[in-house]
């Protein structure tokens, strides 16, 4: 690990590394963080930013009515891509979940001899899409252990577990002006898209000292009116960092679209989780199966269903220590094993 940690490539070993992320999405973020981790490991990055198409594709999903006129769309981004590696001539390519390529275009890129990448940082369960672009890759990386077996048995050559990170030139303690403590600060804060298992669980556990931030809220409970924050707008990595500076109390709840509120069966580990301790802020977080891997329960706190939620929430709230301890063991934590 000390060696991993010090290393810087020599001119020799500095390779040519093509980062391809999504239009849109969770796993965009991913995509830049990943840049900058290959930037600052000495090495020559490219990387394929399609966030301009973001627009054309809102645009095109409104009209699209089953006519499936987002594939052509598809289709031209993923030549683009080709063109863009055959253009930079990578050493390998590192190809985000999301990212609109296609499976012949997976195939004409390793018959060029370039090895292919991809790393899946969604539910596999619930994104099944991996089913057509694992094979056509010399290395499949998953955020939950067993999905290894099946995406394999699917035809992929290499299959490996590989959980998230933070990135601490991004993800740090900040300094907030009286301003912004006033505008992002909350007792309880919550940042993210409104899932339906989301809505449901903070409409329950509903307070005034809660606030909500982010998008696709809309139709939320009527209870949750007056906590989501700003009309809620879609917040960018900036304000996510102060609001999770700004919160005594950071909730992550893991999202799920076929469980009313918490998956009590859930496995990998959300970006929120690293990414709120390189902040040194404190979380409470929904229990996860693969968590005890990444973080000790000296590190983060976790809850048990809403009860639970409620009581950890009035407990930690009058313990500003505590907060404080757990807040620290979980940005070393995060400095030593968890960075991109």
């Known amino acids: ?36 981790a290959f930037e600052d490991l000495g090495h020559s990055v490219s990387f ?3 966030a301009a198409f973001y627009p054309g594709y809102q645009e095109l999903l409104a009209w699209d009515t089953g006519s499936d006129l987002l594939r052509p769309l598809e289709q031209l981004l993923s030549q683009l891509i080709e063109r863009r590696a055959e253009t930079f001539s990578p050493d390998a390519i590192v190809v985000m979940a999301q990212a609109p390529i296609c499976e012949e275009s997976l195939k004409r890129i390793r018959g060029d001899g370039t090895p292919v990448a991809y790393w899946f940082v969604e539910d596999h369960r619930r994104m099944p899409y991996w089913k057509r672009l694992a094979p056509s890759t010399d290395a499949f990386f998953v955020i939950q252990r067993e999905a290894r077996d099946a995406i394999h048995a699917a035809g992929a050559p290499f299959v490996r577990y590989l959980p998230l990170a933070a ?13 912004e403590i006033e505008r992002y600060g909350s007792a309880v804060s919550f940042v993210g898209a409104g899932y339906g298992n989301r809505r449901n669980f903070l409409a329950r556990l509903a307070s005034p000292r809660l606030k909500i931030w982010g998008n696709e809220w809309d139709g939320s409970p009527s209870v949750l009116e007056n906590l989501i924050q700003e009309a809620g707008r879609r917040v960018d990595t900036e304000e996510t960092v102060r609001i999770f500076n700004a919160s005594q109390i950071n909730l992550n709840i893991h999202s799920s679209t076929y469980h009313e509120e918490i998956d009590p069966h859930g496995d990998f580990v959300n970006p929120r989780a690293f990414e709120i301790a390189a ?17 000790s329960d000296q590190e983060m706190v976790v809850f048990d269903g809403l009860r639970d939620a409620r009581e950890k929430i009035r407990h930690f709230l009058d313990r500003k220590e505590d907060r404080r301890a757990f807040a620290e063991k979980g940005r070393r934590r995060v400095l030593r094993e968890h960075t991109y």
Do not use: M, N, W
């Open 1 to 36: 690990l000390q060696a991993l940690s010090s290393y810087r490539c020599h001119e020799k070993d500095r390779l040519r590394v093509l980062v391809v992320g999504p239009v849109y999405g969770g796993s965009y973020p991913i995509a830049c963080y990943l840049k900058g």
């Open 48 to 50: 394929v930013d399609l």
């Open 167 to 179: 990135q601490p030139s991004i993800h740090r303690p900040c300094r907030l002006s009286p301003e």
């Open 279 to 295: 902040c040194g802020g404190f979380q409470l977080t929904d229990r996860r199966s693969l968590l005890p891997e990444v973080f």
